[in-house]
């Protein structure tokens, strides 16, 4: 157990100075890249801004002033002008989006509830309180009478099926079947 005790020690210590050694490394690391962001900020103001120069006089700094305000509602008007664009495009490539899914035929349909109602109850609920219709759909159905045919006038005639039988049997009765199909 003595060597096992003394090796865990030593991983784990060895684990430590690694970690330690890392992230010394990861700060040196932090500290080159934040002179790199300055640097590169410095070189990019001294391109794009201009050193400012204050003039002495009243008259100066009021063109001064007026040249800055100028320059601010140029790039206000172009910001304007961006955001518009860009609206624009989302609400087409939303209207494209859509178009999309109605061609697919991937567009989710919520499910539909079934509603217990009577059909003047709909009526109601769609025309208003103030339209008085009603529908009692079973008046409107048509009454249809039942004709009788033939062939059920026959089973209703027949009566007791024991005579219809003797009736038929022998050739007598194949030869009335003959004469009355015919």
């Not at 009243?58 to 002008?81: F, G, P, T």
């Not at 529908?135 to 005579?163: C, I, Y």
Request: charged share 40%.
């Amino acid at each position: 157990m003595g060597d096992e005790e003394k090796r865990n020690r030593a991983i784990t210590a060895r684990r430590q100075h690694l970690k330690s050694i890392m992230l010394q490394i990861a700060a040196t690391e932090l500290e080159k890249e934040e002179g790199r962001r300055e640097a590169e900020k410095q070189n990019y103001l001294s391109e794009h801004c201009p050193p400012l120069h204050l003039p002495g006089s009243m008259s100066e700094v009021q063109e001064l002033c007026r040249q800055l305000h100028a320059k601010i509602d140029a790039a206000e008007e172009e910001k304007y002008d961006m955001e518009v664009r860009v609206q624009k495009s989302a609400k087409e490539l939303e209207d494209m989006n859509q178009k999309l899914f109605d061609l697919r035929g991937k567009f989710k349909r919520p499910p539909l509830r079934r509603v217990r109602m009577s059909a003047d109850a709909m009526l109601k609920a769609l025309l208003g309180s103030k339209h008085k219709v009603c529908m009692d759909l079973r008046a409107n159905l048509k009454q249809v009478k039942k004709e009788d045919t033939e062939k059920e006038r026959d089973l209703r005639d027949v009566g007791d099926w024991r005579k219809n039988i003797e009736e038929k049997s022998g050739m007598e009765g194949r030869k009335k079947m003959f004469e009355t199909e015919s």
